[in-house]
């Protein structure tokens, strides 16, 4: 059972991390799921995870509305159902380790990739192989942000367009990974998902999301792409170096 401390430790984290989510659409994400690996077994945490950042980004999606480009999205689907259909027939869960490692490698691989391969999601083709890489990293370190972001850089859209885009495309990423984890997560880390830690990080979510609006709006194009890829590659070093410490230990 979870302390009254921890539990108002998980509904800060859950603010901070949506207002961050709210201004680079990936990197409030990524922190708190590398928190909810510490502190929860691998099932409860993306199912909770999955619950919080389903809240954050549909009403950041809400609120961008008019900026999401609906036949992105569309094809992106499309190859997320393929990924969810594959991990569904091999029933896979990873471990918290293999979780940890993949998390934090994930936005050094999305930089390794080279400016001149770099996909265009605008492209009908490439939004679709999106959904398919990006929903099977899902499955396995719970979010997928930063290499979503790669198939982002050479598209033309605004700020705006890119973080309503990317909310609406990861709403479904998370109730795919919810629907997921809860059909195979184990009876007795399903109860550890406690009602009260659900609400209030939903509630913190959709907080966190409202405040960042007035952030984004002031910012630059330039600010936004700097800012985030710094933060999402302090965040891999830190949960990379977690997992091979996890790995070498058990």
């Known amino acids: 059972m979870l302390t009254v401390p921890l539990t ?3 509904g800060l984290a859950a603010l901070v991390t949506s207002f961050l989510s709210g201004l680079f659409g990936m990197a409030g994400g990524m922190v708190l799921m590398g928190l909810l690996l510490v502190l929860l077994p691998v099932s409860s945490a993306m199912l909770l995870h999955g619950i919080t950042q ?6 950041r999606a809400w609120l961008w509305r008019r900026h999401v480009q609906w036949g992105i999205v569309a094809r992106f689907l499309l190859g997320g159902a393929v990924a969810v259909g594959i991990f569904t027939l091999i029933r896979y869960v990873p471990g918290k380790a293999e979780s940890l490692i993949l998390l ?24 679709t192989l999106a959904g398919l890489l990006c929903m099977g990293v899902q499955l396995i370190a719970g979010i997928s942000g930063p290499l979503l972001d ?11 367009s890119v973080v309503a885009t990317k909310a609406t495309m990861q709403v479904f990423g998370h109730l795919f990974k919810t629907v997921y984890f809860g059909s195979l997560v184990a009876a007795s880390e399903a109860e550890a998902l406690d009602i009260t830690v659900t609400a209030l990080c939903i509630g913190m979510a959709v907080l966190g999301t409202n ?26 070093t830190v949960y990379l170096g977690q997992g091979l410490f996890l790995l070498v230990v058990r």
């Open 8 to 10: 108002l430790g998980l």
């Open 54 to 59: 389903m809240t954050a980004n549909g009403w």
């Open 104 to 127: 934090g490698l994930s936005p050094f691989m999305a930089m390794a990739v080279p400016s001149h391969w770099s996909p265009n999601v605008s492209r009908r083709g490439h939004s």
């Open 211 to 236: 405040l960042s609006r007035r952030v984004l709006d002031a910012m630059s194009d330039a600010q936004f792409r700097s800012w985030s890829q710094r933060l999402v590659a302090l965040t891999g």
């Open 150 to 160: 790669v198939f982002f850089v050479k598209s033309s859209l605004s700020r705006q």
